[in-house]
């Protein structure tokens, strides 16, 4: 479909279709007029969107999209002119300071020190909260959030949004099965399909600026671009792996063959992309908003059906998109990245710093003047040796004037103005020549908090947006029951079950166990808890009630002591709940461990003799929480309190089965284990 990156192929050799100067094979490859129609529209939509990355704005310094980004890459990796070939010019530095990605660097740890991790609230149809359905939501966010490897995503996105004019995330949830072999017992091999982990699941990826075609450079908000067109170019493994049930792609789909559209003449063509090598192939991806499409296309052949919509049941882009600053109100589609920022300044400081450097040379081995007859090159400075001169032959050095003291001056100038730019170098953990005082410091701290909070507050944004995106992703795919097996006409469905581990609660780190499905649970309150208990005890969920009273009281006792929690959650009703993301970013330098230890232990000898604290949690979250070596097992250096003795005993009904467990007076306590056991929607 498209072949060339500084100029489509397709486009131009369209035109010349129509002029019938090139002659190309036509392609086996004819489609029904829906799909031509289609590819064509697309077509059209690409030009419009291939201008809009390569036409000059003033928002870029009349430079185009392409070209501030190849901008921005050769600063930040520190691109290095070669020497100069000419023997008057070779001699001079062409060194760098690698000023601009030390400050790129220095503020990506300073954003992602913390990772900015989304919390979730949860309404019913009454408006009203539902703190345990959020709890659910939010750990099974955190699941997902760990199998997309959120946080590398992250670190990536920060990096690029600091050195680009924007940073974009896809993310998506997908099935994709290959093939292996496995070695039976007599030593043959047997073929069969398993699901591919590497390519399934919640994944997320980041998409190069010039990857992305937009609609309107002057829509700022990615969900309101009329149409996003995603143009890629990925291994045929790859591709094969995606769409190897695709009988387009099998029929039709080569490695560097691109299929290529005539409008004017209804007829596909074929040739081979100089740009594609035999490994290689081109996947575009159509997004309509308006018309709700989503269309793939490998080497110009439609994988999908011309109307095929938009998998998302909440019909957005699966993009999100974010920068380090503004260009404008918010109009503009792009950023002002920190590099295109510091570019001028950088500038001038390589400059001086070569000046510097070649003025030292200078300085150092000064050139010589030659007055009279005799011809003296170079090697007469050569240690050791022994040089005859004619009579009246005199040597005198040349007073190049060289002020090595301005040229650091003016550095010292520049690289204040870098710091104000981006972030002061005490931030960068660099110390600093000369006397400061406490106030001076303080400030450049504090003006640098300032600096990347702004950023953190647009990173927060694509935090959301993220966020929200994958709780659509959440609701759509982790909340439907799955084909367990299929045994002659009948299929058995069942939902899926998750566990999120090292959850800490009251100073203990404690598993999070989340059932999906109605379970045979009764529906009296307090037997319920009691099943659920059993359950998380270690009971087999389909005949909990059918257990033994004995057995069944055992597994309850070690479900109340048990190091997990159980969630068991009702899909359809979860799926009917509406959640918000909340963000709150923080990407101020976070305090030292010595400083969140030291407030620990005094926020703990100012509670601990408080009859109104409760002193079991203040004991585990302050004391031994503080300490690495004790903070993941509390429970071994607490002692157990036993039950006082009673006048009488409670008999009867559940708290004759409590007290018979656990001791006199543990109905409350129990009651409140249950209460947060279970989620009731």
Known sequence: MILKQELPLAKKNTKEYLKGAISAPKSLYNPS?????????????????????????????????????????????????????????????????????????????HVTGALITPNIQAQNTNQEKDKDAAMVMRDLLEWAQDQANYAKTFLYAVIAAIVNPGTLIHTEYTEHYRTIKDILEDGKTEKKQVLDDILS??????????????????????????????RRVIHWNTAYTKYADNKNFLDYVRPGLQIMFDAGTDTFYEQYDENLSEHLVEEVIYYDRNEDLQIRLVNGVMMDDPEHPNPRKDKLYPFV??????IDEGKFFYYFSLVRKMMDDAEIVNTLYRMVIDGTFLQLMPPTAVFGDEYINSSVVTPGTVTTF??????????????????FNALEKVEASISESSSDILQSGQSIQGQQTAFEISRL???????????????????????????????????????????????????????????????????HRIMLGEFPISEDETEAGFDMLAVQGGAPMERVRQLPQEEREKFVKK?????????????SLFRELKYKVVITPDVTSPPSDNLKKALALELYDRAIQNPLVNQEAVLRDLLFASYEQTRSDTDKYIVEQQPQPQASLQQGG???????????????????QVGQSQLNV
């Open 33 to 109: 007029k829906e799909v031509k129609d289609r590819t064509a529209e697309i077509l059209k939509k690409f030009y419009y969107a291939y201008e809009i990355h390569n036409k000059p704005y003033e928002e870029f310094n009349d430079k185009s999209l392409i070209e501030i980004i190849n901008d921005n890459q050769k600063l930040f990796n520190n691109y290095r002119r070669q020497r100069s070939t000419d023997p008057d010019e070779m001699w001079k530095s062409n060194a760098l300071r690698p000023i601009v990605r030390n400050r790129v660097i220095s503020i990506a740890a």
């Open 445 to 511: 701290e504090a003006n640098a908090r300032i600096m990347l909070g702004l950023f953190g507050k647009m990173i927060g944004f694509m935090v959301k947006d993220l966020a929200t995106l994958r709780v659509g992703d959440i609701l759509q795919y982790m909340t439907v029951a799955e084909i367990d097996k299929i045994v002659g006409d009948d299929a058995t469905l069942r939902y899926r079950s998750f566990l999120i581990s090292d959850k800490l609660e009251d100073g203990k780190k404690k598993s």
């Open 321 to 326: 998109k974010s920068g380090y600053e503004l």
């Open 559 to 571: 479900g109340v002591k048990g190091d997990s929690k159980l969630y068991i959650v009702n899909p």
């Open 390 to 407: 004619k009579e009246g032959t005199r040597l005198e050095r040349i007073d190049v004037g060289s002020n090595i003291a301005a040229g």
């Open 201 to 230: 699941g919640f994944r997320d990826s980041l998409v190069p600026l010039d990857e992305l075609f937009i609609a309107d450079i002057y829509e700022h908000d990615i969900q309101r671009q009329p149409f996003l067109i995603w």
């Open 654 to 672: 559940q708290g004759d089965v409590l007290n018979k467990l656990f001791g006199q007076g543990s109905t409350g306590a129990l009651n409140r």
